[in-house]
């Protein structure tokens, strides 16, 4: 009998930069989407080993603001295969109760993958085993400037007070709005940095690098990266006691 692995005090929220497809293809004289093709592959697998270790909110890069800059082949690669994930992935969000949120300025993403976004979002609305956000054509320092704005526009026109804006008020005109913040933060391909990615909201999160490239980082990849999350004494800025 297979023991099932129990984990005490998972993330409750995990967030993932995959990072290293396109150095996965190249590796092996494949073309860069063979490796978003992949890495697709780890993003199932890891879902579905988030609900099992009881993970209840799954945040991941799938496109950064940046990428747009991309070459215009890979960009059109990527969003024709946003719209295979997400629908081939929606039989397995229904039967798995997940909800598909996103993040990110999806008014930039083509007509028919918007309309598949939005459709696969609503469907799921109401599932609770695990939140999967996908943050699409997302950059943190955007969505900061945008919800600066958007609370100024507010206290303009006398919505809120200035006196109650405060960090929870502010947190409220985020995308992430509706979520708790990052506990663990995993970045895979050996880059160490945060590419403008939940800069707000990783405050105090724990950062795990690994020189594991995405499309290789499945179940046990996973496993020792919440190994070493249990480890991890959490202070918030306080002392231990
Ligand atoms: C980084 O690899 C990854 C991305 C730019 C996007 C992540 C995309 C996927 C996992 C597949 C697509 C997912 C969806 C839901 C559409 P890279 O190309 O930057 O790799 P490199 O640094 O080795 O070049």
């Known amino acids: 009998m297979v023991k099932k692995l129990n984990f005490k005090n998972p993330p409750n929220h995990l967030a993932i930069i995959m990072d290293g497809n396109g150095r996965w293809a190249e590796k092996r004289n494949l073309d860069r989407i063979e490796g978003h093709i992949e890495g697709i592959r780890s993003l199932r697998t890891v879902t579905a080993a988030a609900i099992e270790y009881g993970i209840k909110y799954l945040t991941v890069y799938a496109f950064s603001s940046e990428n747009w800059q991309r070459p215009k082949a890979e ?3 990527l969003m024709r295969l946003l719209e295979e994930y997400l629908n081939l992935e929606l039989p397995f969000l229904i039967k798995n109760k997940i909800r598909l949120n996103f993040m990110g300025n999806i008014e930039k993403l ?6 598949t976004l939005l459709n696969v979002t609503g469907r799921t609305k109401k599932f609770g085993s695990l939140c999967l956000t996908l943050a699409l054509s997302y950059g943190s320092r955007e969505e900061i400037l945008t919800a600066a704005l958007r609370m100024a526009k507010d206290v303009k026109n006398n919505k809120i007070n200035i006196k109650d804006a405060d960090e929870n008020l502010f947190s409220s005109y985020l995308y992430s709005k509706d979520m708790p913040d990052p506990d663990f933060l995993i970045r895979t391909s050996g880059e160490r940095r945060i590419s403008n ?4 909201q990783i405050a105090y999160s724990e950062i795990y690098f690994t020189k594991t490239l995405w499309p290789d980082f499945g179940k046990k990849e996973l496993i020792r990266a919440l190994r070493d999350y249990e480890k ?9 006691d």
């Not at 083509?110 to 309309?115: Q, V």
């Not at 990615?197 to 707000?200: A, K």
């Not at 991890?232 to 231990?240: D, L, N, S």
């Open 197 to 200: 990615f939940m800069l707000y």
């Open 75 to 77: 960009v059109a690669s």
């Open 232 to 240: 991890r004494v959490r202070r918030f800025g306080k002392t231990q």
């Open 110 to 115: 083509s007509k028919n993958s918007k309309k």
